[in-house]
């Protein structure tokens, strides 16, 4: 087993440790040498989260094991972040001995699942459990190009305990890996294509709007060149928690993520690049306020919209993550790259084609450099203005930790301060941002943050989590995996002392109800006794600095964790006190 892990080029294994995988446990340790890591965590949640986060930073996937049955419970919330997240990874799970003959007394017994794969087949792409050794070979490879394939996705993978620890007969044949080649991506259909761009070319106000684009680097050049080509404005749509990846540099001209509704109000066509929730990128909103009545009627736009998603070609009818239906012109089922890379040469074989095209780009670039330094130039300046009630505000918190951090060559593993992080900071490659948990799971930050600093762990990249503490409380324990394996990161607790966002509900269903907005934080706050992040970071043996309150002092705690993130290369917490939304400026 630990001979297909290095072939398939699975350099580390997360885990928490249990008996029904102490055969693959020990020849991990004893057998592979440093060519499979084990990395010690210590909840399933983490280990998955960790190799979630690693597979975002590096785009290769590793291994998480997780114990038969109770383990896999628990690691059940983070496979869902990664399922949503179309995350690739490796999980292999354990069983008590499948043979009813071999179980030892009570705990074989409770551990033993018929088929234990079912717990997560809702949201792994496939799951597999080999009944012989002779077995295991082709289900790890099959396993590993699953994952790996687009649209990508945790497996699961359950090995029997008798099978791992039963020896390995003299004549054994496993599988020459290196013939099984993975499965190179799918192309798209090229009349779609060729009708694209004869739509894109012919267009008075054509808009792109992207999602899960900055999966891949050539994809983000691809959309630049067009974008430039046509003076195309582009959507990475704004959202307060599950921003995917960097579709668009931030700070490109073109760039009207902060203002969609000037693009796509009377766009005519529409590319939406693996849009997963197209109706409400197209401005649809469901439920506008609480009481909202849900929306029907015609479509959010009258737009020829071409839908490139790959992502439809594997969906769960578990949850909904097709989401809503949206009338398309054209559906082409190909990742962002291979279209882009298609659509370029047919769009430069049009735009020469046609007459008078010249002007009107050059006159829809003026229009749209225009608005977009309006944006920036106006959330500068309500950043550098801002104060808030109590705490350090959001957008100002975004700018100090910009300037403090803005000469590395940064990593942001998670958390974007409701999208601050964005509008200030100038991000242009995928890889200095690795969106969210993808399934809104609480419990990931932390984790993830381990696998982006174990990617990086011997570059001089600067990997960065904005932490919001409600999300760190669900599994504080990571930052002991971080400190002992001297993960470097820059822990930045936005710490408002409770679920804002609940807090934010609790806050509308109040007006919506007549009840006393100052409830709002009951079952919301994390306070009475507030939590000491900083001592509670030292405690796991992080260094910590904080907590911090006043904007003056936030600089020079950034500065004093950065060094010891920079020149120790071991991991720092900054607890920076942020403040919940005050009370009347909920949005709807
Ligand atoms: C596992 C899980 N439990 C509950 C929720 C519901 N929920 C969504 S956001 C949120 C608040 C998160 O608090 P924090 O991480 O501190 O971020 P803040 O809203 O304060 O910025 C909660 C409780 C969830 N998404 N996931
Ligand atoms: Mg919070």
Known sequence: MVDLLIDLGIPYVACNPGASFRGLHDSVVNYAGDRVQLIECLHEEISVALA????????QQMAAAVHDVVGLQHASMAIYNAWCDQVPMLVLGATGPMDSTLRRPWIDWVHTALVQGEQVRDYTKWDDQPASLAAVPESLVRGAHIATSAPRGPVYVCLDSVIQEQPVPEDFQTLDVSRFAPPCPAAPDPGAVDETARWLVGAERPVVLADLVGRSQRALELLVELAEALALPVVDR????????????????????GDPASVLDGADVVVALEVRDL????????????GGRGRTGGPATTARVVHVNVG????????????????????????????????????????????GLKERISERRRRLENSSRRLLDGWRAEAKS??????????LLALILDEATRHADRVLANGSLDNWVHRLWRLDRADQYLGDSGGAG???GLGATCGAALAHRDSNRLVIDIQSDGDALFTPGALWTAAHYRLPALIVMDNNRGFNNSVEHAERVARVRDRPIEKRDVGCAIEDPAIDLAGMARSFGVHAEGPVSDPAELRPALDAALRVVQEERR??????MTGLTPVNTVQG
Do not use: C, M
């Open 442 to 444: 609480l419990g990931y």
């Open 238 to 257: 704004e959202r307060s928690y599950n921003k995917a990846s960097l579709n668009f540099p931030t700070q490109h001209a073109l760039n009207l993520s």
């Open 312 to 355: 439809s070609l594997v969906t769960s009818s578990w949850t909904a993550d097709a989401q809503r239906l949206h009338p398309a012109a054209l559906q082409i089922p190909a990742e962002p790259e291979a279209f882009l890379s298609a659509l370029l040469p047919r769009v430069r074989s049009y735009t020469a084609e046609e007459s």
């Open 386 to 395: 801002a104060v808030e009630q109590e705490g350090i505000p959001r957008s």
């Open 279 to 290: 109706t409400a990128s197209l401005g649809w909103s469901a439920r506008p306020a609480y």
């Open 52 to 59: 979630h986060g690693y597979a975002k930073a590096t785009g």
């Open 571 to 576: 991991p720092a917490v900054v607890d920076v």
